[in-house]
């Protein structure tokens, strides 16, 4: 089956995915409570846009990570690990001024009080990556380009690049965005709400949860949400537990010169040379799958990836919203931010299983190293 960007070149040599963004080392705390109290942490990596390309990597595809780190032994850290995945590095600059962003954060779920998260990124060598610095031959090599929210938050010059990759261009891959509010990045009150926005129209597929469209453009509803993003051919809007529904269908003008890629991840048909055809939206909702959580982080780029994945292989909607359920529980029931994912029969056997049999799994710790019939995935 064709993917996203199917004919623009050699299936047998280009990249699947291509992800900009910045990755920072981790530090993880040794046991529950606040920063002041924990007398150790342990060392990992964390980044949206790498998390999804290891995750991609791990599950067979091509995928590589372009980002700027500093020379300094957590840029070496951050480069050896995320290439150990399988994915593609050569394209990452190093930054012989500017240091490696790192963070502190406790153990508890991000969404709740307690959470803390100590930042050390600010001038840090990935906050200066820019139209001029990064090498656009090695970001537009893909058939998808993977961007997010977190980098137009780190500077001027981030913003400015977001905007070029984004912009209409020949041959332009297609354009995953990831929204990924962080109010706590921005420092320009609602200019943060508006740049997303922005961003999020120029692309081709977006992904947001109803909690951050609500939080940053007071839109509540999935709905809601389609109706301020009208131009992307895919919505991805995640509901928490309740699920995911997705907005799938050609819309007005694809942002490149590459007419098969926007619609061949709706699933739609083809809007021919000019773009102008304008079809209704396929809505399609699918359950969240029940989990029990060691640590809810990385489980939205897990989800992203999981999702990209079925899109490249071309499956149908709900295949590709059920193996970004699963992606994400593969995440979910391990303490960091990456892990390997189910095997890819295994995974396919999950995502292909009738209403009733999705609906009774629960899927627990060490669940993907098993690779079982799906009946015998535990169940309540």
């Known amino acids: 089956m064709s993917g996203p960007a199917a004919g623009t070149a050699d299936a047998a040599t280009t990249t699947d995915v291509v992800c900009l963004g910045e990755s920072m080392v981790t530090f993880l705390p040794s046991q529950p ?8 942490f342990g060392r990992g990596i964390g980044g949206a846009e790498s998390n999804v390309a290891c995750a991609l990597a791990a599950a067979g595809h091509r995928a590589a990570w372009v980002g700027r780190v ?7 850290h951050l480069v050896e690990t995320i290439a150990s995945y399988g994915v593609d590095t050569s394209a990452v600059r190093r930054d012989p001024v500017r240091p490696t962003g790192i963070y502190f954060r406790t153990a508890t779920d991000r969404g709740t009080d307690t959470h803390e998260v100590a930042y050390y990124r600010a001038g840090s060598a990935a906050s200066a990556m820019s139209p001029d610095n990064v090498p656009y031959e090695d970001l537009l090599a893909g058939r998808i380009l993977h961007l997010s929210g977190i980098t137009a938050a780190l500077s001027a010059d981030c913003l400015a690049l977001l905007r070029d990759l984004t912009a209409p261009r020949p041959g332009r891959p297609l354009v995953s965005f990831d929204v990924n509010h962080r109010p706590h990045l921005w420092r320009g009150g609602d200019a943060d709400a508006s740049v997303l926005l922005e961003l999020a129209r120029r692309s081709d597929l977006v992904f947001v949860g109803e909690d951050e469209a609500e939080e940053a ?13 009208p131009e992307p051919a895919v919505v991805v809007v995640k509901r928490g537990s309740a699920g995911a529904t997705v907005f799938s269908g050609l819309r007005p003008g ?8 926007a619609e061949n991840a709706a699933g739609a048909g083809s809007t021919g040379a000019g773009g102008a055809e304008t079809a209704p939206d396929a809505v399609t909702l699918v359950p969240a799958l029940r989990v029990d959580v060691v640590a809810a982080v990385g489980a939205g780029d897990a989800f992203a990836a999981g999702f990209l994945s079925a899109t ?29 994912p189910p095997a890819r029969d295994h995974a396919d056997r999950l995502a292909a299983l009738d209403d009733d049999a999705w609906g009774r799994l629960r899927l627990g710790p060490g669940w993907t190293a098993a690779d079982r019939a799906p009946e015998e995935v535990r169940t309540p």
């Open 217 to 229: 453009w007071g839109i509540v509803g999935a709905e809601a949400i389609r109706a301020a993003l």
């Open 70 to 76: 500093g020379a300094d032994g957590f840029g070496d």
């Open 254 to 261: 694809p942002r490149s010169s590459n007419a098969g890629g």
């Open 312 to 340: 490249l292989r071309g499956l149908p909607v709900r295949e590709r919203v059920r193996h970004g359920h699963l992606m994400a529980a593969a995440v979910l029931t391990v303490p960091g931010d990456l892990t390997d």
């Open 33 to 40: 409570g606040r920063l002041a109290d924990v007398p150790s």
